[in-house]
T-cell receptor, first 114, second 114 residues
Framework: AQSVTQLDSQVPVFEEAPVELRCNYS??????LFWYVQYPNQGLQLLLK??????LVKGINGFEAEFNKSQTSFHLRKPSVHISDTAEYFC????????????FGPGTRLSVLP | DAMVIQNPRYQVTQFGKPVTLSCSQT?????MYWYQQKSSQAPKLLFH???????NEADTPDNFQSRRPNTSFCFLDIRSPGLGDAAMYLC?????????????FGPGTRLTVT
């Protein structure tokens, strides 16, 4: 079964600075990869996803992620963060094209400081 | 806009008093999920429906039940809530078709047990 690791439970960063949130996964088969964002007292919202093709994926709100198969990673990046990016970020992996095995990482709390 | 709706957003119940949370979707998706999310943790899958086929996670307590009377609606019943069941409950949907299994989330219902 697949698993997801988000090494950083909390990431503080100053406004307008770049940020990278790390995600590593383990799986014996090809995977589909997702990043979700959760604002306080809200549901999860999809930021971006990798299904196939180009390994650099662009998402909403200026975020992008790069799939690295050899390092089994899918790190999320943004060149310049805003206060409004303060939220919880979850990486997720599916081994199944139909979503039957969908696993979330433990989450990374991004705090953007003024 | 097509969406996943959860009512109520906030629910207070008494210890041992049955409570029902509801979820509806206008996406016409085949799959509906219920997650439990406690503070600063990843969502934990309780069960899901693929159409009418019910799939229970092995570690979901018997205290939790679900009903899906039609494609659009799904309910989570907690028969005898304990203090440990206080959490955010998230409903999600996916197409169930090929595409990696992207899930669409509702805003969640925050359950308080007094």
């Amino acid at each position: 079964a697949q698993s997801v690791t988000q090494l950083d439970s909390q990431v503080p960063v100053f406004e307008e600075a770049p940020v990278e949130l790390r995600c590593n996964y383990s799986s014996s088969v090809s995977v589909y990869l997702f990043w979700y964002v959760q604002y306080p007292n809200q549901g999860l919202q999809l930021l971006l996803k990798y299904l196939s093709g180009s390994t650099l994926v662009k998402g909403i709100n200026g975020f992008e992620a790069e799939f690295n198969k050899s390092q089994t990673s899918f790190h999320l990046r943004k060149p310049s963060v805003h206060i409004s990016d303060t939220a919880e970020y979850f990486c997720a992996v599916s081994e199944d094209n139909y979503g039957q095995n969908f696993v979330f990482g433990p989450g990374t709390r991004l705090s953007v400081l003024p | 806009d097509a969406m996943v709706i959860q009512n109520p957003r906030y629910q207070v119940t008494q210890f041992g008093k049955p409570v029902t949370l509801s979820c509806s979707q206008t996406l016409n998706h085949n799959v509906m999920y219920w997650y439990q999310q406690k503070s600063s943790q990843a969502p934990k899958l309780l069960f899901h429906y693929y159409d009418k086929d019910f799939n229970n996670e092995a570690d979901t307590p018997d205290n939790f039940q679900s009903r899906r009377p039609n494609t659009s609606f799904c309910f989570l019943d907690i028969r005898s809530p304990g203090l440990g069941d206080a959490a955010m409950y998230l409903c999600a949907t996916s197409t169930g078709l090929a595409g990696g299994g992207e899930q669409y989330f509702g805003p969640g219902t925050r359950l308080t047990v007094t």
